[in-house]
Every structure is written in structure tokens, then in C-alpha cells.
T-cell receptor, first 115, second 113 residues
């Protein structure tokens, strides 16, 4: 099945600076790469995703880049704000012998925005 | 429209006891998933329902865990008997289409003492 590695586990940046979180995946057939944000006491929420037919996608201050050759994708947050503080998870489609759909997740990155 | 709801939000039980977690997916979502996050680790897949059928339960840790989705609506996840290592946050998610966005509930935190 798919294996997703995520780095760093903790990232502290000054408010207004940029933050980058990176993930690698193992299954070259994977074609969908979402990023989820989990705030304290809440469930993960999709913030941006990318499919394998494009290399980059932007939505205001967040962007995701995908390198299929190297099998890695990254989340970029520019002009960070205090409300960006959360745990971020990358994910890729799960591949199980039973044919389940759904996602396999990285271990998460705790992003801390310093005022 | 209501999101995915989970109950209870937090459960504290002693080793050997039984706990049942409930998930109500978004109405109309045939796909329902259970995930678990143990402290500091990844959100790990447990199983996937399509309507009332178990599509895959390969992520279930062992036979102390039993998931059901009677009638293809809400789902329950029972842990019996609970062990210390079962502590964590159990997330339920639903989706309308496969390989699409998962909508997560707020999770049920299980603490086994």
C-alpha cells in the first residue's frame, strides 16, 4: 500500500514569513494529493488538493506543488498569520488489497506562527 | 447542511471495559471511513464502508474492534474489551465520491486507563 512521509514534524515561523511542508509518497500510480488542516479540538479539514495532471495549484496564500518524477509534493503558505497555526496533514490515495478508497496520511506537521 | 457528527466527544474507560463510538455521516454520502490517530502519529485508516457493506477492514487492529453500519446510514465502532493501546482519537469521515474530498467529524477521544 501507499506510504506517505511528512517533514518537518514541527515548524515555527515568524508571522508574515512563509512556511513550507514537504511530503513524499511511494506509489507512482497515486494521482490525488490533498492537504488537511486540523485546528485544536476539531477534525481535519481539506484546504487544498492537487491531481497528477498539474504541477502546481494556488488558492490565495496557499499553494501546493507536485513533482511526480521525484514522488513528492509540498504545501506552501505565504504571509503567514496567527490563524494558520494548526497541524497540517498531507495524504495520498490508499491502496489496499481489498480495494478500499480513501486516504493514507502523513504524521502531521505542527505549524506554529510566532507573533 | 449538517456535517459529520461523532459521539461521544470524549470517553474515559478502564481497561477491559467496552466502548461504542457513533458516527453520523453527511446525508447522502455512501462512503464512510473510520480512522484513528494515536498521540503524535499519523491518522491511520481503519476501515471503509460503501453504504452498509464493508469495502475493506484491513486497517482494523484486531478482533476487539467491530464496526457496523446498519442500513447504510450511521456507523458504530465498538471496542471490546478495551486495552491501554487503544487510546487515541477516532475520526469518522464521509465522502460522496471515491478518491474525493473526505469530510471529517471532530473525533471521539478515547482514553483507556
Amino acid at each position: 500500500g501507499e506510504n506517505v512521509e511528512q517533514h518537518p514534524s514541527t515548524l515555527s515561523v515568524q508571522e508574515g514569513d512563509s512556511a513550507v511542508i514537504k511530503c513524499t509518497y511511494s506509489d507512482s500510480a497515486s494521482n490525488y494529493f490533498p492537504w488537511y488542516k486540523q485546528e485544536l479540538g476539531k477534525g481535519p479539514q481539506l484546504i487544498i488538493d492537487i491531481r497528477s495532471n498539474v504541477g502546481e495549484k494556488k488558492d490565495q496564500r496557499i499553494a501546493v506543488t507536485l513533482n511526480k518524477t521525484a514522488k513528492h509534493f509540498s504545501l506552501h503558505i505565504t504571509e503567514t498569520q496567527p490563524e494558520d497555526s494548526a497541524v497540517y496533514f498531507c495524504a495520498a490515495p490508499i491502496r489496499t488489497g481489498g480495494g478500499a478508497d480513501g486516504l493514507t496520511f502523513g504524521k502531521g506537521t505542527h505549524l506554529i506562527i510566532q507573533p | 447542511e449538517a456535517g459529520v457528527t461523532q459521539f461521544p466527544s470524549h470517553s474515559v474507560i478502564e481497561k477491559g471495559q467496552t466502548v461504542t463510538l457513533r458516527c453520523d455521516p453527511i446525508s447522502g454520502h455512501d462512503n464512510l471511513y473510520w480512522y484513528r490517530r494515536v498521540m503524535g502519529k499519523e491518522i491511520k485508516f481503519l476501515l471503509h464502508f460503501v453504504k452498509e457493506s464493508k469495502q475493506d477492514e484491513s486497517g482494523m487492529p484486531n478482533n476487539r474492534f467491530l464496526a457496523e453500519r446498519t442500513g447504510g446510514t450511521y456507523s458504530t465502532l465498538k471496542v471490546q474489551p478495551a486495552e491501554l493501546e487503544d487510546s487515541g482519537v477516532y475520526f469518522c469521515a464521509s465522502s460522496q465520491v471515491r478518491d474525493g474530498e473526505l469530510f471529517f467529524g471532530e473525533g471521539s477521544r478515547l482514553t483507556v486507563l
